[in-house]
């Protein structure tokens, strides 16, 4: 059985929900390629997605009051996140009635060439596994499902064990809307249980999957997607440490604010966000690591999501005040309940920082490292691993170091923020929520913004056909 | 040493070339990686594209002559593989003036939203492997070099061993050609030798790599960079058998002309190309198969390129020949040298096909597969493993069953072919040269085309840049 948590007592929160049997899996899948043609074929999935968006949003008080008993995130951040939530299944049917995701290409016969006209179609089904950061927006019905519904793949989705009535809840509403307004059946469905989650990657139906998660489970998951007889990508959201560097002048000019924002950005969501800033580089003679000091030992922890990610952070500080040279910059108040985490902030200087301190502390805790030039610094930053989003914070006097800095993080970052800080990942065209592995093990494509389309998308070319015969969006 | 032999004599071609060591392959990925930042950053990428394809248009007839005592090709292919090769370099040089391929995208800020741009940018120094079945076109100045370095990534290529001195020449000519416009030192070289190749595959420094070859190399070769410390994207085009599928009508009105199409296809290039239709069906009733023998017994072989891939047929044909209810249905005459090939066309009922059978034989040889009906047939072309290409023969009154067939096609091709035959890959934009695994190992990719450039490039977002720091496609 799965059993949820109230985060807030450590209690079970309601009734637990079973695992799937291997049957059911089998079964799952089966009712996704039975749907599969239909789906694929069916010139009514932009409006099958809203009326879902729809039927969620009706249900959204009842949804973060749910999400709450198993997440403790309140009921502000619950009901935002079901808005996010249900804005991407609008702008995925949105991105459906422009058309553009075929990117349909004709090249008309010419000499000896043939007609030949390419599109992209549906790989087939698809396993998405869900967050428990984001219980509903990376979630059974989070982007992954949104982006590969609207490509036209039927979706399996792994429920997160620490919250398998949310789950439930959220599957029901989605099931429930896609009946009414037709969708065939087996379109999206979910299962429940790590063993599930494996059988539904190794079955031979399941033709990509999507995971946002930890480093070492998405890892192992890869492996396995790797290993099988018909390999399969893994389009995996692993998290990182999101370097941010405050170059000398922003340094001496805003050192109070930047120092403000950065324990905002780390604390927020107590920590517990894959574009956390985990590693801030500043200048070793700037008032910034007293001003971080001030701030950090004015804040304060939360209920973290479960108790596995509560003992993970907390080995993770003991580990990080082990590496030599690491002292104590701060701490601040430790949340509430049993899973209550610490914010902590480390510093080190750039002469003893190792790749120990590059490992992500998935929590409210940061590394401060002090360089003492940028020369210095650029090769370190170089040799970090990948990366979701990268940091810089400038002022005008900065910008020919800015010009030094920028072509390195644009090898080790997917998103490249200025004057700002990572987290709060912006659901629009333009966003690149991806990067080096192991930031994300398929770095050419995105898990937040329209782009994240093309994950479910493989490129068709025919070649001399009739008219009639060809996809309507190459005639 | 890495001797090249003429397979007209299967003598000695030339003098060898020597093995490149360890130190070797270093020295040329560290050269790459120093030409990066320059040769990504250049606004000149086209204009040197252009420069290379016209000093390997002014050597064509060196080239040809020197390829041809390694190949035994004949001096008209290869002459035209040389322009298909300075086309392709000349098509990518047009792509980038185009610059479709940067894909820019902008989300201005709205409301809380920040100020999103993305855009592609390279990957960094790649590795591409030669073919020897086309000794330029997909060889180290191919058409992964030419996308590759379109893209702006410096090229380490690994000549492929049955070509050594054809490899030495073209990397020579396309060295001075980058070097007399000012192109970085390092933007192109070469290796010689299997170990040679695997190391360029290990090296940190190398980011992607492009492989046009067998099924069993690929696979070894991806597994070498699944295995990394930072695995690589692996782009193996690996071929397949490329069913065909004739259908009824065109069976009974257009056997004799379905039949020499087909014939001139597998026998073209001695067979030895990725796209050969090795597999094709046709009607239980029809008289296509006493048409195919009468076209197969007489046509004739040629030289094959190596005494490796003529072993490798000579063991695939007596294994097919091997397989309980697959018969002998026609043999040409033999090519002529020690490795010449003859034709072969082995016959089986669908009732008797197993997938021994959709093995690909690398070589003239196909099997003719006679069907009850198409209902029979969908079931096992749908388990057929990926293919590059498949082929559908109809006439008008076949349409309906066309219908049902494509489908099928859609989800185990890349490319479908209608009343057409599956070699002769146009270079043009719509092209999808890639398939369903095995086939290749992206699926989502092509190795020939426009969109072959995307293979290269990763996309990185800015966020509430200043303008002047912004890549200039996206101010």
């Known amino acids: ?45 932009a409006e099958v997605l809203a009326a879902v968006a729809g039927a969620l949003d009706a249900n959204t008080a009842e949804l973060a009051a749910l999400a709450d008993t198993e997440t403790a995130l309140g009921m502000e951040r619950l009901t935002g996140e079901v808005g996010r939530t249900t804005g991407q299944l609008r702008m995925f049917a949105a991105e459906l009635r422009d058309g553009g995701y075929l990117d349909p290409v004709i090249s008309p016969a010419a000499g000896a060439a043939p007609d030949l006209r390419r599109v992209n179609r549906p790989v087939g089904p698809v396993a998405v596994f869900a967050a428990s950061n984001f219980p509903f927006a ?17 979706v399996v989705a792994k429920a997160h064990e ?37 059988r539904l990657l190794r079955h031979p139906s399941i033709t990509a999957a999507g995971f946002t998660g930890s480093t070492a489970g998405g890892l192992a998951l890869a492996r396995v997607c790797a290993e099988r007889e018909v390999p399969i990508p893994f389009f995996g959201e692993l998290g990182s440490v999101n370097p941010v560097v405050v170059l000398p002048s922003a340094a001496q000019s805003r050192g109070a604010e930047i120092a403000a924002g950065y324990v905002g950005s780390l604390t927020l969501g107590t920590g517990q966000f894959c574009t956390n800033p985990g590693l801030m580089f500043v200048p070793a003679d700037s008032p910034l690591p007293a001003s971080i000091a001030d701030t950090v030992t004015a804040s304060s922890g939360g209920a973290m999501l479960s108790a596995r990610i509560f003992a ?70 170089a040799a970090l691993p990948g990366n979701l989003a990268a940091t810089i914070h400038l002022d005008a006097p900065d910008e020919p170091l800015a010009r030094q800095l920028l072509p390195v993080l644009e090898r080790i970052a997917g998103r490249i923020i200025c004057n700002g ?55």
């Open 1 to 45: 059985m799965i059993q949820g948590f109230d985060p807030r007592t450590g209690e079970p929160a309601g009734e637990p929900v079973a695992e799937t049997t291997e049957a059911g899996v089998s079964a799952k899948v089966a009712v996704a390629v039975a749907a599969f043609p239909a789906w694929a074929g069916s010139a009514r999935r």
């Open 138 to 154: 990376f979630s059974v019905a989070g982007g992954d499902t949104a982006s590969a519904l609207a490509a036209g793949c039927p």
């Open 162 to 198: 620490a919250q398998p009535r949310t789950a439930e809840l959220t599957a029901r509403i989605v099931t429930e809307a896609l009946a009414a307004v037709g969708a065939p059946a087996g379109t999206f469905t979910i299962v429940h249980g790590v063993d599930a989650g494996l």
């Open 312 to 381: 993970a952070y907390q080995d993770a500080v003991v580990a990080t005040a082990k590496v030599p040279g690491v002292t104590m910059l701060a701490a601040g108040k430790p949340g509430e309940g049993p899973w209550g985490a610490t914010p902590q902030v480390f510093a080190v200087s750039l002469k003893e920082f190792t790749a120990e301190l590059a490992r992500e502390q998935f929590g409210p805790a940061g590394v401060v490292v002090t360089y003492p030039s940028l020369d210095d610094l650029l090769p370190v930053l």
């Open 421 to 475: 800080w990572p987290t709060g990942v912006a659901v629009v065209a333009a966003q690149q929520h991806g990067g080096p592995y192991p930031a994300t093990t398929a770095p050419a494509f995105t898990s937040v913004g329209t782009a994240a389309i093309r994950r479910w998308l493989v490129p068709v070319a025919y070649q001399n056909f009739p008219p009639e015969l060809l996809p309507s969006s190459l005639r």
